[in-house]
């Protein structure tokens, strides 16, 4: 059984700081690029950002390049997105997705499997 389980969601003030965490199992998670988008409602899923199977290239969205950084950890089958510089408009909810190939995509439909999302509110 393929699962996503993301955890880390929740409220933080503007300018803060928050780490997103994706546990995956019935993936052969080291093969496979990963990546974040977010959700708002009413709008499509933006691309956040997406890291290779090795991690050692990311690729992040204009709206979020030099503030959020994406990593994992294969020896934990687990991705990261860490957050700085929050902003009202990060707001939303992100979803971690799989993809059964090398190398990402900034379009949500080449992923496989997704997260169940998690909530991230940045307000004072």
């Known amino acids: 059984q393929v699962q996503l389980v993301e955890s880390g969601g929740g409220l933080v003030q503007p300018g803060g700081s928050l780490r997103l965490s994706c546990a995956a199992s019935?993936?052969?998670?080291?093969?496979?690029?990963m990546g974040w988008f977010r959700q708002t409602p009413g709008n499509e899923r933006e691309f956040v950002g997406t890291?290779?199977?090795?991690?050692?290239?990311?690729h992040l969205g204009n709206s979020v390049q030099g503030r959020f950084t994406i990593s994992r950890d294969n020896a934990k089958n687990t991705v990261y997105l860490q957050m700085n510089s929050l902003k009202s408009e990060d707001t939303a909810v992100y979803y971690c997705?799989?993809?059964?190939?090398?190398?990402?995509?900034?379009?949500?439909?080449?992923?496989?499997?997704w997260g169940q999302g998690t909530q991230v509110t940045v307000s004072s």
């Open positions: 019935g993936i052969p998670f080291s093969s496979n690029a």
């Open positions: 997705a799989a993809r059964n190939v090398y190398y990402g995509s900034d379009n949500f439909a080449a992923y496989d499997y």
């Open positions: 890291i290779i199977y090795n991690g050692r290239s990311t």
